[in-house]
């Protein structure tokens, strides 16, 4: 497995990572699924082509043999690569996961900027294999070039798994955030999470 920034020929394959992963077609879903899919693959597009020095998206990719790929081919499996690894004809990339970085401001006016990491996600089935723990160290070398010694997260408060791989990394909780909404319409808070790089 390699991760590496990902490109506006990633999007379908990232777009059906994060769809798969935050907005799964079960249920009532099903239908809501393409429209879902295509407004992440829109929104990755947008942040991928505005090419900000302070955002990067990457992706873990997982060589595929061609052999596979002719019996099982892309259209049963969405996150194949369409080419070859560079300098193998045999041999294609399946995306795993994905994550992003990049800077936020806080407070009105813009206020302080701080690295922010969104977007984890892991295909289904290449989860409990330490991706998500990779794509989330390979960020902290970028806040750091940026000039930053602290990054941040959120976690939805129900998402026991995700809270324990983010303090397992490091991660300390900043700050518990809840709303009317959380309380109104029964939603978990939101916990912003934070991390000091050494």
């Known amino acids: 497995m390699a991760i ?27 239908w809501a699924y ?46 194949l690569a369409a080419a ?7 041999t294609s990339v399946v995306v795993a996961g994905t994550i992003e970085i990049a800077l936020r401001s806080s407070g009105i006016g813009g206020g302080v900027q701080y690295p922010y990491i969104s977007n984890l996600a892991v295909g289904q089935c290449y989860r409990r294999r330490g991706i998500a723990r990779k794509l989330l160290l390979s960020c902290e070398p970028t806040a750091l070039e940026w000039g930053f010694r602290d990054i941040y997260l959120h976690v939805l408060e ?14 300390q909780l900043h700050r518990i955030e809840s709303g009317v909404g959380n ?10 999470l934070h991390k000091h790089l050494k």
């Open 158 to 171: 129900s998402n026991e798994p995700a809270q324990q791989l983010y303090l397992t990394s490091g991660y």
């Open 34 to 79: 393409p429209f879902l899919k295509l407004g992440i693959y829109e929104d990755l597009r947008l942040r991928l082509q505005a090419g900000s020095p302070h955002y990067l998206c990457l992706a873990a990719i997982i060589p595929y043999p061609t052999s596979f790929a002719a019996t099982y081919p892309a259209e049963n499996h969405p996150v």
């Open 4 to 30: 590496r920034g990902a490109g506006t020929e990633d999007i379908g394959r990232l777009a059906e990572v994060l769809a798969e992963s935050f907005h799964p077609p079960v249920g009532l879903m099903y």
């Open 183 to 192: 309380w109104l319409l029964n939603r978990p808070r939101r916990l912003l």
């Open 84 to 90: 070859p690894i560079s300098g193998s004809l045999n």
